[in-house]
């Protein structure tokens, strides 16, 4: 019985010992947090490289840029063809918000995001609202460019059974007024993962 209970007590101290204990960890570290499915990181790094990209772009540019010009971006719909569930505003809201920090450009949130300001235009009859308060028509800015874009997946098997992953990043700044592509930028994330590694 003795034993029986030593045993039990080993047991339990190891499996103890071999528990994993929640901790941080660097979300944007592409060196040590592999994963065969898209990460934080992959996005982190496609976005701020293609943002760096439009930011020093002469095209990008306003022509008053010396006198605080500043294009105006409607940001497209980003198409996930991929295996997996992606939130591709993950991607476009890290690109968008590099844009804006760069003082370069300014990002429309009005056509299909965000209906606060044609709702708060309603309120021009609203007996409950200062008339004076209620911001006019005529006033939203239209964008100069429409930044849109796909993800997409490829999968290779390899002759030793691992499979090789590879992501395309893939974005396009369109000028508005004419159709033209002012921007294009590709960025691949490669990985090699088991066979049996799942990545969707």
């Known amino acids: ?8 007590a080993i047991a339990a101290t190891t499996l103890a010992g071999c528990k994993t204990t929640t901790a941080y960890i660097d979300a944007a570290d ?11 990181a992959d996005f982190n790094k496609a976005a701020n490289e293609m943002a760096d990209e439009i930011i020093a772009s002469k095209l990008m540019t306003h022509p008053q840029a010396d006198v ?22 993950q991607l476009t809201k890290s690109v968008r918000v ?34 004076s308060s209620v911001k006019g028509n005529n006033q939203v800015l239209a964008p100069d460019f429409s930044l849109s874009g796909k993800i997409l997946q490829r999968n290779a098997s390899l ?3 691992d499979t090789r992953i590879e992501y395309y990043f893939q ?13 294009e930028g590709e960025r691949v994330v490669g990985k090699v993962a ?7």
């Open 1 to 8: 019985m003795k034993k029986y209970a030593l045993a039990l």
């Open 171 to 183: 974005m396009s700044m369109t000028n508005i007024e004419n159709g033209l592509a002012y921007w």
């Open 68 to 89: 605080g010009g500043r294009y105006i971006v409607y940001v497209n719909n980003i198409e996930n063809d991929t295996m997996q569930r992606l939130d591709t505003d």
């Open 194 to 200: 088991d066979g049996d590694s799942v990545s969707w």
């Open 30 to 40: 592409d060196k040590t947090n592999i994963v065969a499915a898209l990460s934080y």
């Open 98 to 131: 590099k844009l804006l920090q760069s003082g370069k450009f300014l990002v429309t949130t009005v056509f299909g995001e965000d209906d606060a300001t044609k709702k708060m235009r309603e309120l021009k009859d609203s007996k409950m609202v200062k008339q």
């Open 159 to 161: 002759d030793n059974g």
